[in-house]
């Protein structure tokens, strides 16, 4: 399996990025896809997950969405309204559970830098 993330970049503070994550070696409607975030000095942390639902940490509810097009095998995180304490490397992630627990996934991308100006 493999996951390729892309999409970060440096944005100001308001402003908005879509990154995407495409996903390949598995039958990708079947599992559980998700993002996390390392920021500089700091542990990784649930951002968005989505499988037969979605769900969203509290820090990005409202501002973020995440999605998935089964027929591209691609997630996508929309991030809009950004903060200058979302700047992290961003992971896309797989599983076959659901959770905001980073050991329940055992695929992951290589992470995309995004950095949010103030």
């Known amino acids: 399996v493999q996951l390729q993330a892309s999409g970060g970049g440096l944005v100001q503070a308001g402003g908005s990025l879509r990154l995407s994550c495409a996903v390949s070696?598995?039958?990708?409607?079947?599992?559980?896809t998700a993002w996390f975030r390392q920021a500089p000095g700091k542990e990784r942390e649930f951002v968005a997950g989505i499988r037969y639902a979605t769900f969203y940490a509290d820090s990005v509810k409202g501002r973020f969405t995440i999605s998935r097009d089964n027929a591209k095998n691609t997630v996508y995180l929309q991030m809009n309204s950004l903060k200058p304490e979302d700047t992290a490397v961003y992971y896309c992630?797989?599983?076959?559970?659901?959770?905001?627990?980073?050991?329940?996934?055992?695929?992951w991308g290589q992470g995309t830098l995004v950095t949010v100006s103030s």
């Open positions: 070696g598995r039958i990708f409607s079947n599992y559980a």
């Open positions: 992630a797989a599983g076959s559970r659901a959770t905001m627990y980073d050991d329940d996934y055992d695929s």
